[in-house]
């Protein structure tokens, strides 16, 4: 039986930020009754935007953002891995989830999580309203270990899954591949995270298309540009004479005004510590390279096969980052707009291009 029109509009709101663009009035009337959307979700790994973040990937701003929307007020309520993507999933926020922090017994992918929060999530909203779905890359910090219930455990409402066991990295890792460990080593034609992500993203694109009458739903999260930074080959020296931002708060003393924490960083930073920060800047820029060729394949294949404008893509971080703000050398966490502004793009049916939103949101 065909859903209605409304029926559309809250099944999208349930997945993620799509509400965003429901709340448009031409974007709702654009929605077809008989043939809901394909949606695509792409989450990036600690990718900031107050740094620069968005620079190097030229061909992702030119597929989405200027052929859609792009909201430059997009906020992570928690700015830390585990608690935000605990938050993207099922749109609670953290102190809902339980999620306090990446451990297992701070809540991150525990039993508690699996028989609570991840029993209703955007996967299994829009399956329920017959959406093949497919997820591939980090989901959360603890996921596949064996006090979370091992590779064997998939969580509800997704077909294919081929999540990474553990934290973010690049090389020698373990997928669960459908609940069974594919384990890949160092080798960059074959092990190298974003690129298999890529791969496999594109297999189930064209098995879709071939055999698949339903919509579907496509999330891929890959590491960049989380921590160790490490970038493909090709793009090794990308980037060789850039710095990290020296503006705003940069190896600056965070004073009296802020909170006890960003105070006890020593200041100024050691040379050492600079020339460190620089490095991973560079390296952060060059690992969302291979996500922007991701992103360039995926949006020439749903053009080729005539499915490009019935598919909303989203592009958005789990949170930001920070490079020597307040002194504070790398990380995350903290309550300033370096950590908790991410980007946030959208294309898709009824969306005009090149649009720019300044309404605030959060994951």
Known sequence: MALTRRCYSAMIIEVYLLCLCFSIRFCQNSINDEKPPNIILILTDDQDIELG???PMVKTK????????????????????????????????????????????????????????????????VKNHGYKTFYAGKYMNQYGKKGAGGVQHVPPGWDQWHALVGNSVYYNYTLSNNGKAEIHKDDYKTDYLTDVIHTKAMEFLKTH??????PFLLTLAPPACHQP????????????SLQAPRNGSFNKAAGNAKHWLVQQPPNPMANDTIKLIDQYFRNRWRTLLSVDDMVE?????????????DTYIFYTSDNG???????????????????IRVPLMVRGPGIKGGTVSKVGFSS
């Open 229 to 240: 930074f490490t970038p493909a080959p090709q793009y090794a020296s990308k980037f060789s």
């Open 321 to 339: 980052y920070h490079l020597g703000q307040f002194s504070l050398p790398y990380d995350k966490r903290q309550p300033y707009e370096f950590d």
């Open 62 to 125: 030119q597929l989405i953002g200027d052929a859609g929307m792009t909201f430059t007020n997009m906020f992570a309520t928690t700015p830390l891995c585990c608690p935000s993507r605990g938050s993207i999933l099922t749109g609670n926020y953290a102190h809902n989830t339980r999620i306090v922090n990446n451990s297992l017994s701070g809540n991150c992918s525990s039993e508690a999580w699996q028989q609570g929060p991840e029993q209703d999530t955007f996967a299994t909203r």
């Open 209 to 214: 298309t071939k055999l698949g009458s339903n």
């Open 53 to 55: 973040g968005m620079t």
């Open 297 to 309: 394949d995926i949006v020439n294949f749903l053009d080729d096969a005539k499915i490009l404008n």
